[in-house]
């Protein structure tokens, strides 16, 4: 076996090992017990009615639950941007009983549950003993504009952080349609009774942007207004113009331009 033969099979290797093709040799790596173990930045809203309850908090992360009651895996994972897949990398993890006991990653996986990470997805396995519960974890999303897949179908619930509403289009919407808004504890909560679409996407703003949008809806106005109005002056100082020439057509040519068909004739 030659040098080249040699330095031809080691490029080939570091540029598979770059590209991410070792991942699927390896298995896309694993979650260690210590993310999975690590303390959630809030409390988890195991108490909801939906099948899964979501919590956006203002500091950019949200607590995610999920009724995994009838189910024996669940897949997790996230779009790239590129028309691939990730996984989602889920920290806090937790496993909630039917009876209420709450366990963490390291001690999901010692009675049985498994969490394997691959290149594309994260798999969470439950073992006999864990048909009815529920698992919780940890992540980052924007209140401005939270988008997360619908892993489970069935009832969500999204609350946003306090101070933030959906309230008045194009500044804030939800979709799937048909959700219903309330508010809890002066925090708004969109509500649908099932969802069978691949994701939920809530743009919301802060109250307090509403007069930050007026400015700007106010200026847009005001220059969209003095655009008009300077080009109907030029206009007319055309028309007067064409007059003094005494040019023909002047009144079919300036109706050209008001259809915006071209300049006239005589200014080609």
Partial sequence: MNRRFILALATVALLAASA?????VTGGGEIANETLDAEPPGEYPWSASTDV????????????VYNTTGHEEVRLFEETGYGTEDPLQPRAFRYRYANGTVINGTQ?????GEIEQTTDEVWVRFDDGMTNGSIAYAGDGSPRRFITRTYITGSYTV?????FTTGIRP?????????????VDGRERLVWEEVTTSVVVVQAYRRGDLPVFGAIA???IVIGTA??????RQLTALRDRRREMGLE???????????????????R
């Fill in 171 to 183: 500044f804030g919407h939800a979709s799937p349609s048909g959700y219903e808004v309330t508010s």
């Fill in 227 to 232: 655009g008009y109005l300077y080009f109907r």
């Fill in 249 to 267: 057509d002047v009144e079919s040519d300036l109706e050209d331009l008001d259809d915006d068909d071209g300049p006239p004739p005589g200014m």
């Fill in 20 to 24: 991410g093709c070792l991942g699927y």
């Fill in 108 to 112: 999901f996986r010692a009675r049985g």
């Fill in 53 to 64: 309850r979501i919590d956006v908090r203002n500091d950019g992360t949200y607590l995610a």
């Fill in 218 to 220: 106010v200026v847009a």
């Fill in 159 to 163: 609350q946003l952080p306090e101070g």
